[in-house]
């Protein structure tokens, strides 16, 4: 059974600095993607990744893959007060169309 | 349309009662998911149509849970003598190919669904 597992489930960091959320999964996949979500909001794309070793950017937002170890990072650089929300990294499940979720990372960032 | 839209936006029942939600997804797309979110959780998947056809429902949690898209557009997700665990949001997102698996998925604004 296909699961995947994102840490921290809690960050509360400082503008400014720098901090890593990591999403592993249990079984074969190869699309990841992260996704953002405001509270009371729908699901915003953020990033799709679609082989090993593929690494976007968009803002101060990096995210990564290692299909070998079954790992995603999702990268946030010199946070700010607006990257306040939970993310979610969710796997594409081999030979099926049902995106697995994580359990979201609930990332707070204050002054 | 712009982009996936849902109603209603906010639902409340009575414990026992019959909901019916609605999702309107990007046009064109062929492939339609649902999906339930539970408080505080990630979502989890429930079914997928392509066109109008229903390929996957073994995320469905009970036969009380219903969905479906006749005309392969405009879908609809019934429950039937809801129960208060089946409060959540209901998120719809739709695909541009057939094969879902490789083209992403784009969500709607949600139902939140509340049994009482």
């Known amino acids: 059974e296909l699961k995947v597992e994102q840490n921290p489930l809690f960050l509360s960091m400082q503008e400014g600095k720098n901090y890593t959320i990591y999403c592993n999964y249990s079984t074969t996949s190869d699309r990841l993607y992260w996704y953002r979500q405001d509270p009371g909001k729908s699901l915003e794309s953020l990033f799709v990744l679609l082989s090993n070793g593929a690494v976007k950017q968009e803002g101060r937002l990096m995210a990564s893959l290692d299909t070998k170890a079954r790992l995603s990072t999702l990268h946030i650089t010199a946070a700010v007060h607006d990257l306040s929300a939970t993310y979610f990294c969710a796997v594409i499940r081999l030979n099926t169309d049902k995106l697995i979720f994580g359990t979201g990372t609930r990332l707070q960032v204050f002054p | 349309g712009a982009g996936v839209s849902q109603s209603p936006r906010y639902k409340v029942a009575k414990r026992g009662q019959d909901v019916a939600l609605r999702c309107d997804p990007i046009s064109g797309h062929v492939s339609l998911f649902w999906y339930q979110q539970a408080l505080g959780q990630g979502p989890e998947f429930l079914t997928y149509?392509?066109?109008?056809?229903?390929?996957?429902k073994s995320g469905l949690p009970s036969d009380r849970f219903f969905a479906e898209r006749p005309e392969g557009s405009v879908s609809t997700l019934k429950i039937q003598r809801t129960q208060q665990e089946d409060s959540a949001v209901y998120l719809c997102a739709s695909s541009s190919t057939d094969r879902g698996a490789y083209n992403e998925q784009f969500f709607g604004p949600g139902t939140r669904l509340t049994v009482l």
């Open positions: 149509f392509q066109n109008e056809a229903q390929l996957d």
